[in-house]
């Protein structure tokens, strides 16, 4: 499947009868253009929760539970506003 669409934009450029003039750069930046996207398309290494949510996710776990324990690595990722917060509510109580 890779090679077929890889084959088609290659035959898009080069093989139809009317005439494209572009030039090395031209050619070279639609390189560069088709491996990145190509790159990002296929890239498994993302994850699709984002540190915003987690860090949401975090919050709300703490003041659902009521609890004054948390688990360190989660307090670790937290900036330093929701920090506070948390250390806030914990001398409220």
């Known amino acids: 499947m890779k090679k077929l669409s890889i084959t088609l934009i290659i035959f898009y450029v080069l093989a139809f009868s009317n005439v494209k003039s572009l030039n090395i750069f ?23 929760d984002n ?6 996710d975090v919050i709300s776990r703490f003041q659902k539970r009521g609890q004054i324990n948390l688990e360190k690595n989660y307090f670790d990722n937290l900036p330093i506003q929701q920090k506070l917060s948390v ?7």
């Open 87 to 93: 250390i806030e509510t914990l001398n409220q109580n």
């Open 51 to 56: 540190v915003y949510q987690n860090k949401v």
């Open 26 to 48: 031209e050619f070279s930046l639609i390189g560069v253009g088709v491996g990145l996207v190509y790159d990002q398309y296929f890239d498994s290494s993302l994850r699709s």
